[in-house]
């Protein structure tokens, strides 16, 4: 009895130290390890690998390990502990609502450290890249990170469904007023019931505090500017998306989300627009594929989204990679951020990926160019990067004033509240948030 | 040291008499070795708990990003926050409109059960297994599964609810259902454990009671409410306790379900103290919050004590 729990413990022991010693002796032949953490949806994976290999083949003595954290939120929450443990990976993610902290925290590079340096770009080059992405990859004008790629938001719609209603399924919505007028002889009650079989148009609503209360501002963000507006005031002294511009855009998505009873609709909208219950919606370039997978039997296209009263706009995203000051080779990192923004490179993960590329002259490879014309649906999201635009800096709040906003958007449609109440209330608890956190 | 030692250093702190003097004599060198055969569980209790706990209240008085290095003393700023910010009032009352909302008919429904599954029926093990699963399914796997189930267009319970002519609610987008919801799975989720410690609780009961108040006259209901309610009681006031805190501290499957929404009606206290602490980083804020769901806690379960000790 006595030997037997001896050993148990002797067992538990060895293991325990095993697991705890870091794995020193993975020799890596003299291969300079970077660590690279991200949360690319799981899709995405199997094209990151191949990324990596392409990388590796290119700098035979740098191997690059990429480490999945599902989901942005237990990403940055990782990146907090690791940064005050000493153990942050080489290269992450980083988006610039972070930045204020990790700034302050002293725990990433500038890039200019890296573009001015010996093995740097030049400036030319740098602004190869889409201005709003290396605003979005800045904080307080000063860049930190680089994009990977970039995104944009299209709309998605149901040609079948408009030869039905007689529309010319060419010739998607071109303004809102259409689009209104769409959504209205697409949306049918066939059994005048009160209630809707089939909607015309998703818009999105979801719980301001919840996982997706962002990807709703986000979707919210180009109505603003098509009417003329922004989120904020260009000096950063004060919000103002509860003005006019912003009061017509979400009168427009009140009206859209209460006529067409979107409160009794899922919030499963691709399942949705694949079952044929919804005729358009808004969505991006990362979720091709899974339209491809899902949809079947009908004829669908994708379109720029309507121009709002002022101009044309859609918005931009991406993933913003940062270098950390605790990676041990922080020169082997910046050698994979700058085989990351090449053309070539670029080229190759967009059609991995289906994510766009972070600049415009990619299109001059061949390879590309063909692959566009191939890919019609995608050739959509890549040729509305031309009206993509960056949100104005907001340096200090930016997570919370969208959660304001998302509040706003929310009490609006689904509590039935006043569009310039609902975003008034939320322009004063915003306009609290604009300066360091230390001085709020 | 061996083992016997061990145990008799034990057996003599709790005997009377000579045990007492041994340990005066020898205690100091004993107690340690105790504690290094503690030392496993002790270890992880402070570090993982006992840490946390103080650390916590000291943040609460501090304003702290956790990626900096220092935080900044406010005294008692987070809490003068806290009880002007009308969101953690609508929070607070979320919470106990949960709570009193899952722990009566959680109570009721397990009695009910065990007590239905404490007579000989047919496929009683299976019935039990059947309720006690949901209580080991992970809490996130099953709210992914009960959003499906309350969807308006494609869930179940809207098509079940449509054969007895009910208009189909959307569970999860309405103010005014969504915590219904909530609790609904909430009862699911914990009803089974509750249930067999009420069925650990009947089988104590004595039999001979039973067929005295048979002998008596006593019918069904009356054996039932004279005999089985009160000498269940430490079992209930265990179970009322146990699941008044659960209840108090709801938050993964409000999480999955509803993210507090709509219009944050379902938004509960552990949520907030999550939203605050790893959303926006004001650990200071949401330390105060919890410590204020502490303080809740406390004297829920103090007043609760109180009538434990009048019932016996």
């Known amino acids: 009895m006595k030997k037997v729990f001896i050993l148990i413990v002797a067992a538990v022991t060895f293991f325990t130290l095993i697991s705890c010693s870091k794995d020193k002796n993975k020799e890596l032949s003299g291969k300079t390890e970077i660590v690279f953490w991200h949360s690319f949806v799981a899709s995405t994976i199997p094209a990151l690998n191949e990324l990596i290999s392409k990388f590796e083949a290119a700098h035979p003595n740098i191997k690059l390990t990429a480490?999945?954290?599902?989901?942005?939120?237990?990403?940055?929450?990782?990146l907090i502990t690791a940064v005050q443990s000493g153990t942050a990976p080489d290269i992450s993610w980083l988006h610039a609502d972070y930045m204020e902290d990790l700034v302050d925290a002293d725990a990433i590079y500038e890039m200019n450290h890296f573009i001015k340096g010996a093995d740097g770009i030049s400036d030319e080059e740098l602004h190869k890249i889409y201005p709003a992405l290396l605003q979005y990859s800045s904080w307080k004008g000063v860049l930190y990170s680089l994009p990977m790629e970039a995104t944009d938001l299209a709309l998605i719609y149901n040609k079948d469904m408009f030869r039905e209603a007689g529309l010319d399924p060419e010739r998607p919505p071109q303004t809102w007023e259409e689009l209104k007028e769409y959504s209205a002889k697409l949306t049918l009650d066939k059994n005048n019931d009160g209630n809707f079989e089939r909607i015309g148009f998703f818009i999105p609503n979801y719980p301001a505090a919840g996982p997706l209360g962002n990807w709703m501002v986000w979707q919210f963000l180009p109505y603003i500017w098509q009417a003329g507006?922004?989120?904020?005031?260009?000096?950063?002294?004060?919000?103002?998306?509860?003005?006019?511009?912003?009061?017509?855009?979400?009168?427009?998505?009140?009206?859209?989300y209460q006529s067409q009873k979107l409160n009794m609709f899922t919030n499963d909208y691709d399942i949705a627009f694949a079952s044929q219950r919804l005729a358009m919606a808004m969505d991006g370039p990362w979720n091709l594929p899974r339209y491809e997978e899902i949809v079947k039997d009908f004829d669908y296209g994708f379109a720029f989204l309507p121009s709002g009263p002022e101009k044309r706009a859609t918005v931009v995203g991406g993933e913003y990679l940062a270098i950390f000051k605790q990676s041990k080779n922080p020169d082997a990192a910046w050698k994979f951020l700058k085989w990351m923004i090449s053309p070539e490179a670029q080229a190759e993960w967009?059609?991995?990926?289906?994510?766009?590329?972070?600049?415009?002259?990619?299109?001059?490879?061949?390879?590309?160019?063909?692959?566009?014309?191939?890919?019609?649906?995608?050739?959509?999201?890549?040729?509305?990067?031309?009206?993509?635009?960056?949100?104005?800096?907001?340096?200090?709040?930016?997570?919370?004033i969208a959660r304001h906003i998302a509040q706003a958007l929310e009490e609006s449609m689904l509590g039935n509240k006043d569009p310039k109440k609902a975003l008034d209330e939320a322009a004063v608890k915003s306009n609290l948030l604009l300066k360091p956190k230390s001085q709020r | 040291m061996s083992l016997n030692k061990f145990k008799n250093y034990f057996i003599s702190s709790?005997?009377?008499?000579?045990?007492?003097?041994?340990?005066?004599?020898?205690?100091?060198?004993?107690?340690?070795?105790?504690?290094?055969?503690?030392?496993?569980?002790?270890?992880?209790?402070?570090?993982?708990?006992?840490?946390?706990?103080?650390?916590?209240?000291?943040?609460?008085?501090?304003?702290?990003?956790?990626?900096?290095?220092?935080s900044t003393f406010v005294g008692l700023d987070n809490y003068i926050r806290l009880f002007s910010d009308p969101e953690f009032w609508q929070v607070l009352k979320n919470t106990l409109y949960y709570t009193l909302g899952t722990v009566p008919i959680n109570m009721a429904l397990s009695l009910f059960v065990a007590y239905l599954l404490n007579k000989q029926i047919a496929g009683k093990k299976i019935l039990r297994t059947m309720f006690f699963a949901p209580v080991v399914i992970s809490p996130v796997a099953a709210a992914v599964i009960w959003r499906w189930l309350y969807d308006p267009n494609f869930?179940?319970?809207?098509?079940?609810?449509?054969?007895?002519?009910?208009?189909?609610?959307?569970?999860?987008?309405?103010?005014?259902?969504?915590?219904i919801a909530v609790i609904i799975m909430g009862v699911w989720k914990t009803f089974g454990i509750n249930m067999v410690l009420f069925a650990a609780g009947l089988q104590a009961i004595p039999e001979h009671y039973y067929e005295a108040a048979e002998i008596d006259g006593a019918g069904r209901l009356s054996k039932f409410w004279n005999i089985t309610i009160p000498?269940?009681?430490?079992?209930?006031?265990?179970?009322?306790?146990?699941?008044?805190?659960?209840?108090?501290?709801?938050?993964?499957?409000?999480?999955?379900?509803?993210?507090?929404?709509?219009?944050?009606?379902?938004?509960?206290?552990?949520?907030?103290?999550?939203?605050?602490?790893?959303?926006?980083?004001?650990?200071?804020?949401?330390?105060?919050?919890?410590?204020?769901?502490?303080?809740?806690?406390?004297?829920?379960?103090?007043?609760?004590?109180?009538?434990?000790?009048?019932?016996?």
């Open chain 2, 14 to 70: 709790y005997s009377s008499g000579g045990g007492v003097e041994k340990k005066q004599r020898k205690g100091k060198s004993d107690i340690l070795p105790a504690f290094a055969f503690l030392s496993p569980s002790l270890i992880l209790f402070v570090i993982f708990i006992l840490f946390p706990v103080f650390f916590s209240f000291y943040l609460s008085f501090q304003k702290w990003n956790m990626f900096s290095s220092e």
């Open chain 1, 350 to 400: 967009s059609i991995l990926s289906k994510y766009l590329p972070i600049r415009k002259d990619v299109v001059e490879i061949p390879k590309y160019k063909k692959y566009l014309e191939e890919h019609p649906h995608f050739k959509v999201f890549f040729e509305q990067m031309d009206y993509a635009q960056a949100q104005r800096p907001i340096d200090f709040g930016g997570l919370q």
């Open chain 1, 67 to 78: 480490q999945y954290i599902p989901t942005g939120d237990a990403l940055i929450q990782k």
């Open chain 1, 229 to 256: 507006g922004y989120v904020i005031a260009e000096d950063q002294s004060k919000v103002t998306f509860n003005e006019e511009p912003g009061v017509k855009a979400l009168t427009l998505w009140k009206e859209l």
């Open chain 2, 155 to 179: 869930g179940i319970i809207n098509y079940a609810l449509s054969w007895v002519g009910i208009e189909s609610i959307n569970w999860l987008n309405d103010p005014d259902a969504a915590m």
């Open chain 2, 231 to 312: 000498l269940l009681t430490p079992t209930t006031m265990f179970i009322l306790i146990m699941s008044m805190i659960a209840s108090l501290q709801v938050f993964d499957i409000v999480y999955v379900l509803t993210s507090g929404g709509p219009l944050g009606s379902t938004k509960v206290l552990v949520f907030y103290v999550y939203e605050h602490a790893f959303k926006f980083f004001e650990m200071g804020y949401a330390s105060a919050i919890s410590y204020v769901l502490f303080a809740i806690l406390f004297v829920f379960t103090m007043i609760q004590f109180k009538f434990m000790k009048v019932k016996f």
